[in-house]
């Protein structure tokens, strides 16, 4: 283990010399190739523009499996600035990349999930408190806010903060939140993204109240390990071989649901489920095919091995 090979990074990459989800420092390389040899380079160039993709010269795209917990991680990842640079400004201007979502389909899922939200707690909905911890555009934020919910947001993004700000809902940087206590924790799509995700998930445990309630929600990693010889980073979107769980420097852990567990006992937090029923408070159907996913999907949560969890204090 350790890391010898560190001075032949270059100024925006470091590593990373235990699991950052359960700190075991035992783990095993499944796979390492250079940033900008193929097939790696090819996702950099999906992604960013030429000048940008020189700063990953000297680093490697190394994926290493934790011997406890099961999750894989990339070893070398960008610094705290390189991470800065990425999200506020390399993936602005370079990203090519259109994702097709239907605004009303997200809304309908964010509405089934926060009624879900609301029966977790045996008080009226503009007395729970949540956060949205990394709430991107501030959508989540906003059905929420519509519902009744006291609902605050944050995002490492400052641009994303300032632009917020008027949408009727607190907005708080992140440096600003560990006074304030919350019943409901939401993180869609950050951990995966997350240097130290263990330390975060600490964090945010402080800032829960007494029955407080974190989600987690990532992409699948379940089934990337044996996908990895076949992968392919000029595939389509949705394509099988576009190894979305661990894209090159910014899906910096893939998790399964057992290393999403391992990693909340390490922190003091435990699963929990809301009764079946309560997830059909609403169901959410533009079609047939809507109809039968949202009636599927609590089943899913519970039987098959997801990557979609509540945890709350042991
Ligand atoms: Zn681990």
Same mark, same amino acid.
Not at 129 to 142: A, E, R, T
Not at 201 to 230: A, D, Q, T
Not at 272 to 280: G, K, Q, R, T
């Given at each position: 283990?350790?890391?010898?090979k560190?001075?032949?990074?270059?100024?925006?990459?470091?590593?990373?010399?235990k699991?950052?989800?359960?700190?075991?420092?035992?783990?095993?390389?499944i796979?390492?190739?250079?940033?900008?040899?193929?097939?790696?380079?090819?996702?950099?160039?999906?992604k960013?523009?030429?000048?940008?993709?020189? %700063?990953?010269?000297?680093?490697?795209?190394?994926?290493?499996?934790?011997? %406890?917990?099961?999750?894989?991680?990339?070893?070398?990842?960008?610094?705290?600035?390189?991470?800065?640079?990425?999200?506020?400004?390399?993936?602005?201007?370079?990203?090519?990349?259109? =994702?097709?979502?239907?605004?009303?389909? #997200?809304?309908?899922?964010?509405?089934?999930?926060?009624?879900?939200?609301? &029966?977790?707690?045996?008080?009226?909905?503009?007395?729970?408190?949540?956060?949205?911890?990394?709430?991107?555009?501030?959508?989540?934020?906003?059905? +929420?806010?519509?519902?009744g919910?006291?609902?605050?947001?944050?995002?490492?993004?400052n641009?994303?903060i300032?632009?917020s700000?008027?949408?009727?809902?607190?907005?708080?940087?992140?440096n600003?939140?560990?006074?304030? @206590?919350?019943?409901?924790?939401?993180?869609?799509q950050v951990?995966?993204?997350?240097?130290? *995700?263990?330390?975060?998930?600490? &964090?945010? @445990?402080?800032?829960?109240?007494?029955?407080?309630?974190? @989600?987690?929600?990532?992409?699948?990693?379940?089934?990337?390990?044996?996908?990895?010889?076949?992968?392919?980073?000029? +595939?389509? &979107?949705?394509?099988?071989?576009?190894?979305?769980?661990?894209? *090159?420097?910014?899906h =910096?852990?893939?998790?399964?649901?057992d290393?999403?567990?391992?990693?909340?006992?390490?922190?003091?937090?435990?699963p929990?489920?809301?009764? =079946?029923?309560?997830?059909?408070t609403?169901?959410?159907a533009?079609?047939?095919k809507?109809?039968? #996913?949202?009636?599927? &999907?609590?089943?899913?949560?519970?039987?098959?091995?997801?990557?979609?969890?509540?945890?709350?204090?042991?």
């Open positions: 283990m350790g890391l010898s560190s001075e032949s990074y270059n100024q925006y990459f470091t590593a990373r010399n699991c950052p989800a359960c700190n075991h420092t035992e783990s095993k390389i796979y390492e190739r250079s940033f900008l040899q193929e097939p790696i380079v090819k996702f950099l160039e999906r960013l523009r030429p000048e940008v993709i020189k %700063n990953y010269d000297g680093a490697s795209y190394v994926l290493r499996k934790c011997n %406890n917990c099961a999750l894989i991680y990339q070893e070398q990842i960008l610094t705290d600035e390189g991470l800065n640079l990425l999200y506020d400004k390399w993936l602005f201007e370079g990203d090519t990349e259109e =994702i097709k979502v239907s605004e009303i389909e #997200k809304f309908l899922f964010y509405t089934q999930e926060l009624l879900r939200v609301r &029966r977790f707690f045996k008080k009226p909905v503009t007395e729970i408190k949540i956060l949205d911890y990394g709430m991107g555009q501030g959508k989540w934020c906003s059905v +929420a806010h519509a519902i919910f006291n609902v605050t947001g944050t995002d490492l993004s641009q994303l300032e632009k700000k008027e949408k009727g809902f607190a907005v708080v940087p992140l600003e939140l560990s006074q304030h @206590k919350f019943d409901f924790i939401n993180t869609e951990f995966e993204h997350l240097s130290q *995700p263990l330390d975060t998930l600490i &964090r945010l @445990k402080e800032m829960l109240s007494e029955n407080g309630i974190i @989600k987690i929600s990532v992409p699948n990693g379940n089934h990337v390990e044996k996908k990895i010889p076949n992968m392919d980073w000029t +595939a389509p &979107r949705g394509h099988k071989n576009l190894l979305i769980p661990i894209t *090159p420097s910014i =910096i852990n893939a998790y399964s649901y290393s999403i567990i391992k990693m909340g006992e390490v922190a003091g937090l435990k929990v489920n809301a009764s =079946i029923l309560s997830e059909y609403i169901l959410s533009l079609s047939i809507d109809l039968i #996913k949202s009636l599927l &999907r609590p089943i899913y949560w519970r039987y098959i091995k997801h990557t979609y969890v509540f945890l709350q204090k042991k």
